[in-house]
């Protein structure tokens, strides 16, 4: 038997079937419900036939693809090598030319890779794998818990685009033959990622009562800081900071709204003092190029305070440093928890993305263009220009005032 189902967005038909055990789902490429009926006529009769032993399966085609055509295809797979799971992704990584890519993104993906091994199993032929199988990945992934909490759709998307990026890989190098059966998978809903909030507001909601430790902890994740609670806490790293690097390093991201690889890679040639400029190192913005950048420009303090710090800069070309060398990102996190630790920042500054959040939410505040704020941090998506949209109080008043427009007499105009 097969049946058929509708894509809701595109409205084309698809055929499920059964055969050997195993269920497939193919695009029968038309939103007619009669020609898809047809065809799924065909192939619950194909399956019968090859079932009662009437027409048999070539060893060296996609049986999927043969009961599809009603058993008139004959051209030949190409993937007629099974690939494991584990040996294909095991080639990928080994065909990454050094530098391609960052250590950071590469960590990532062995990450994703133990995931996708541990629930599809190693030892798993990757051409058997269908969308019932990636289905049912999303499914358990979503049941699996870190640190007390359920993985979020937000990993388990990263991983299959992990999956679907390496199978692409495999298909550009005639290992695989069919495409990666991620399309069409369905997600579990998830809430859209709370505003920007100030500690106020946090405190506020909080002091209301009936909120779980991990409730509390998704506010503190959502904090921005006013600019001038970002003044204090600069003025507290300088008192308390161990090494004088450290100073520098949280001003360079507070006053640039710069992430924390971009500023890990940042060369002091990248700081042009006479006109009032930093180049941000960006690695993700292009397919075709390692580093792109973009221009920010630097606060009067910012200005001041590296000018005062390359004066006393250990040697090498990165800005932030204690040795001559770059500086792992273990090490800034590590720096930045040992450095608030204790004080009354400890606990609600997860980490230097606070920052990041903190200077564009600012900036909006303040009424700089959007446009310019997408700018000055760089790659912004939509979904993080709504958490901090709401802070351009000026633009949404006078654009409220354009439509209900009072004139001086008191009437709509």
Same mark, same amino acid.
């Given at each position: ?240 900071? &161990? $090494?004088? %690097? ?10 640039? *709204?710069?992430?924390? !690889?971009? =500023? ?91 920052? &990041? $959040?903190? %200077? ?10 959007? *446009?310019?704020?997408? !700018?000055? =941090? ?36």
């Amino acid at each position: 038997m097969a049946s058929i189902r509708q894509d809701k967005r595109s409205k084309r038909f698809l055929v499920v079937f059964r055969y050997c055990g195993r269920q497939f789902q193919r695009g029968l490429g038309t939103v007619s419900r009669k020609e898809a009926l047809e065809a799924a006529a065909r192939v619950g009769e194909t399956v019968r036939l090859i079932e009662q032993g009437r027409i048999e399966v070539p060893m060296d085609v996609d049986p999927a693809e043969f009961i599809l055509s009603g058993g008139r295809i004959s051209k030949p797979r190409v993937d007629v090598i099974p690939v494991r799971l584990e040996e294909l992704f095991d080639l990928y990584h080994s065909s990454m030319p050094k530098g391609v890519k960052e250590e950071r993104t590469l960590e990532g993906e062995q990450l994703h890779f133990r995931h996708l091994l541990r629930h599809f199993g190693a030892k798993r032929i990757v051409q058997s794998i269908g969308l019932i199988d990636v289905q049912t990945y999303v499914a358990d992934r979503s049941r699996d818990t870190y640190r007390g909490s359920v993985i979020s759709v937000d990993t388990i998307r990263k991983e299959l685009s992990t999956f679907r990026l390496v199978w692409n890989w495999a298909l550009s190098q005639n290992r695989l033959a069919i495409h990666c059966p991620t399309k069409g998978v369905k997600y579990p809903k998830r809430d859209a990622k709370q505003p920007f909030m100030t500690w106020n507001e946090i405190e506020r909601i909080i002091s209301r009562g009936g909120l779980s430790a991990e409730q509390e902890s998704d506010l503190w994740d959502c904090l921005f800081l006013s600019t001038d609670e970002v003044a204090c806490l600069l003025n507290d790293v300088r008192d308390i900071a &161990r $090494h004088e %690097f450290i100073y520098p390093m949280i001003l360079f991201v507070a006053h640039t *709204g710069a992430r924390r !690889s971009e =500023m890990l890679r940042s060369r002091i040639d990248d700081f042009d003092f006479d006109l009032g400029i930093v180049h941000i190192r960006e690695k993700k913005r292009s397919r075709t190029q390692s580093t792109t950048f973009r221009r920010v420009p630097m606060s009067r303090q910012l200005a001041d305070e590296m000018r005062t710090w390359f004066s006393v800069h250990p040697g090498g070309q990165f800005s932030i440093s204690n040795t001559s060398g770059a500086m792992a990102t273990d090490t800034a996190t590590n720096h930045w928890r040992l450095t608030l630790k204790g004080t009354r920042w400890d606990r609600r500054l997860r980490g230097f993305h606070a920052l &990041r $959040h903190s %200077f564009a939410s600012n900036a909006a505040a303040a009424g700089v263009d959007p *446009g310019m704020i997408d !700018s000055w =941090m760089g790659h912004q998506t939509e979904e993080m220009r709504n958490r901090y949209r709401h802070l351009f109080p000026k633009q949404q008043q006078t654009a409220i005032d354009r439509i209900f427009r009072v004139d001086t007499d008191g009437s709509n105009s």
